[in-house]
């Protein structure tokens, strides 16, 4: 089955407990995004890459790291997480420009 | 300014009955893509239906169908015969063609209670 893959679904974490979310897709597809949800502000989109190392920020990237060493994985790092950062997240892919995205479960993140 | 604008943010709607979700865009772009992804209280992000600037005709997908009137800039969501499993927030999207990431720009959500 063509899916994107995140881990763990849910995460409680500390303020500075370093942290990585997960992402896997299995349909090869070039382009991988993070985006944060937050209430009223809709979807925003923190990293993206193009393909393998190959890596850009987007309009919220502060406190965010990531890296695209295989194609298929995309991991989002949190150095030194802040409650500011308490959030859903979506890592999401596409095949190409014109092609469809598509979302992994996301992930639930609360920092305390 | 808003890019992506979503008038409604919520509404009932009885079911069987069709619903229209509106969207409106802003982009000086000629080439672009426009989305509508479903997000059930599970809180994942399910993709509907796709258009694009130069699609002649106005997209569907079963029981989803986009009024795209690209002269008015809006790109609407239809969905007929509303079943109870629609209940979700709506998102509209649009990728414009002159950038280069790729990026999603998104509408604050049309929330959709089907009511039995």
């Not at chain 1, 309009?59 to 959030?87: A, C, H, M, W």
């Not at chain 2, 209280?41 to 699609?55: A, K, N, P, R």
């Not at chain 2, 990026?103 to 959709?112: H, N, R």
Request: hydrophobic share 30%; glycine share 8%; aromatic share 12%.
């Amino acid at each position: 089955e063509a899916q994107v893959t995140q881990n763990p679904r849910y995460l409680i974490t500390v303020t500075g407990k370093k942290l990585t979310v997960t992402c896997s897709q299995n349909m090869n597809h070039e382009y991988m995004s993070w985006y944060r949800q937050d209430p009223g502000l809709g979807l925003r989109q923190i990293y993206y890459s193009m393909n393998v190392e190959v890596t850009d920020k987007g309009d919220v990237p502060e406190g965010y790291k990531v890296s695209r060493k295989e194609k298929r994985n995309f991991p989002l790092i949190l150095e030194s997480p802040s409650p500011n950062q308490t959030s859903l997240y979506f890592c999401a892919s596409s095949r190409d420009r014109v092609g469809g995205y598509t979302f992994g479960s996301g992930t639930r993140l609360t920092v305390v | 300014a808003q890019k992506i604008t979503q008038t409604q943010p919520g509404m009932f709607v009885q079911e069987k009955e069709a619903v229209t979700l509106d969207c409106t865009y802003d982009t000086s772009d000629q080439s672009y893509g426009l989305f509508w992804y479903k997000q059930p209280s599970s809180g994942e992000m399910i993709f509907l239906i796709y258009q694009g600037s130069y699609d002649e005709q106005n997209a569907t997908e079963g029981r989803y169908s986009l009024n795209f009137q690209k002269a008015r800039k809006s790109a609407n969501l239809v969905i007929s015969a509303s079943q109870l499993g629609d209940s979700a927030m709506y998102f509209c999207a649009m990728r414009e063609g002159a950038r280069s990431n790729y990026q999603l720009i998104w509408g604050a959500g049309t929330k959709l209670i089907i009511k039995p």
